[in-house]
């Protein structure tokens, strides 16, 4: 069964404080792995997008990298509108249409 | 373009009753894929629509169902509603062509409140 764990489950960090998040996954065969953010009661919102590994995506202070097992979501000198939720997901080669499997998503806060 | 577009954005029902929902995607896409969102399950999915028809369908009672439309716009109904089922629905559609066909672009969700 495809699977996702993401850690940790909130992480604080001071503006400027570099940091990584965790996404651990399973799938029989890996079609795409997606990175979001949502802000709260809104939806989320798409960051990017890794098909195989070894595969890196930067956008401003955001850099994903995928491995075989997992991926990262690195964080450099983060600010505080960088506070959300992100959240990962996978989509499995035997899944014909949509099916994003996610996983519980990582809180983070950024203070000043 | 506009993004996807979802409404209404909050209801209110009671217990037992039937809601309807609508989604209408970004100008071009034809996939839609409706979730829902709780504190305690995260996002689950419910089911994906591509020209018409349902391709995928998630975990849920036969209460849960849904239909696209031509213009590749999408409702979903729930039947005989359940405290449970107050959540974030969440709609989300994507190209199925080109460089980033797999990629799901959200909309901003409905609330659904069932007292």
């Known amino acids: 069964e495809d699977q996702v764990t993401q850690s940790p489950e909130a992480l604080r960090l001071q503006e400027g404080e570099s940091s990584s998040l965790n996404c651990s996954y399973t799938v029989s065969g890996l079609r795409g792995l997606f990175w979001y953010r949502q802000d709260p009661g809104k939806g989320p919102e798409f960051l990017f997008t890794l098909y195989s590994a070894g595969e890196e995506k930067e956008k401003e202070r955001l850099k994903a990298t995928l491995t075989k097992k997992e991926s990262f979501l690195h964080i450099t000198a983060p600010k505080p509108e960088d506070s959300a939720t992100y959240l990962c997901?996978?989509?499995?080669?035997?899944?014909?249409?949509?099916?994003?499997?996610f996983g519980q998503g990582t809180e983070l806060s950024v203070k000043p | 373009k506009a993004g996807v577009t979802q409404t209404p954005r909050y209801l209110i029902k009671t217990r037992g009753q039937q809601v309807t929902l609508s989604c209408s995607p970004i100008?071009?896409?034809?996939?839609v894929s409706w979730y829902q969102q709780t504190p305690g399950q995260g996002l689950q999915f419910l089911f994906e629509y591509f020209s018409e028809t349902q391709r995928n369908k998630g975990n849920f009672p036969g209460r849960f169902s849904g239909r696209q439309f031509s213009n590749s716009r999408s409702e979903m109904n729930v039947s005989t509603l359940e405290l449970g089922d107050s959540a974030l629905y969440l709609c989300?559609?994507?190209?199925?062509?080109?460089?980033?066909?797999?990629?799901?672009?959200f909309g901003p969700g409905t609330r659904l409140l069932v007292l």
């Open positions: 997901a996978v989509q499995g080669i035997y899944n014909q249409g949509g099916k994003l499997i």
């Open positions: 100008s071009g896409h034809r996939s």
């Open positions: 989300a559609s994507s190209p199925i062509e080109g460089p980033t066909q797999e990629t799901q672009y």
